[in-house]
């Protein structure tokens, strides 16, 4: 059974969350030590993006799984013959992930993202709210590009803590472009960028009901949180997804 299908370019993966959590357990259990799997809970913007950047659609092609992080992302995929394609928001796959490995003592979590201190933050949040303290670091970045000293720096860092998934919490597509220059310098089973998840879990953003998510419709109600920041994205992001895909099903008619 395929894993991927392909969308305005992109591969996306096609499970769901409780799979895909159970892939990465056998990896960090059973895997090859330092496969460095970069993974991307990847959004419309993200795909609007990559078809107008031929190199950031490579960087998220080279990636070891996009997940859906969006109802419409998932409604092509079920259109393309995947019906039992279902949504991986960032939100609940990191959930799932964190639930899951709770108990296992051997797989362990490093945060990087977020404002300063954010990542904490989270740190104590998974803790007590998820029941996870298998968090052993956290690294702020700093609102710059890194160099590559820096880079290796850090990637020594998160060797030194021995963890097995590092967490970027950044936006798109800053948090993909760092993940694979990451990846460069440390060891690790899987390098993961969730967006906005650290907001989300230490409480600074508020998420929509689920009601809104499942009618795909989370991004008007961030929208109406954020207006100033998200309206110029969101102008171009819609109807530039749903272009894309009516251009690609004509251009196979």
Request: glycine share 8%; aromatic share 12%.
């Amino acid at each position: 059974m395929p894993t991927k299908v392909k969308i305005t370019g992109v591969d996306i993966f096609v499970g769901n969350n409780n799979t895909f959590a159970q892939e990465l357990i056998n990896d960090c259990n059973g895997g090859v030590k330092g496969a460095n799997r970069k993974v991307s809970a990847t959004s419309a913007h993200g795909l609007v993006f990559a078809s107008k950047n031929s190199d950031f659609k490579n960087t998220l092609n080279n990636f070891h799984y996009n997940l859906p992080d969006g109802m419409p992302i998932v409604w092509v995929g079920r259109l393309k013959g995947h019906r039992h394609m279902q949504r991986c928001s960032g939100v609940d796959m990191f959930e799932v992930v964190m639930k899951v490995t709770a108990s296992h003592n051997n797989i362990k979590h490093f945060f990087c993202g977020g404002k300063e201190g954010v990542a904490k933050q989270l740190q104590a949040s998974s803790a007590n709210n998820l029941g996870n303290s298998n968090v052993v670091g956290t690294y702020s970045p700093p609102f710059r590009i890194m160099t590559d000293e820096e880079f290796a720096a850090l990637g020594q860092e998160i060797n030194n803590t021995g963890a097995n998934i590092v967490w970027i919490g950044l936006s798109t597509p800053k948090q993909e472009v760092f993940a694979a220059s990451l990846a460069k310098h440390c060891s690790v089973d899987y390098i993961i960028t969730v967006g906005a998840v650290f907001d989300f879990f230490t409480g600074n953003l508020e998420r929509a009901p689920r009601w809104i998510q499942n009618i795909g419709l989370e991004w008007f109600y961030r929208l109406l949180k954020e207006p100033r920041r998200l309206f110029s994205r969101y102008f171009e992001v819609v109807p530039g997804f749903i272009a894309l895909n009516l251009k690609e099903l004509f251009s196979k008619k």
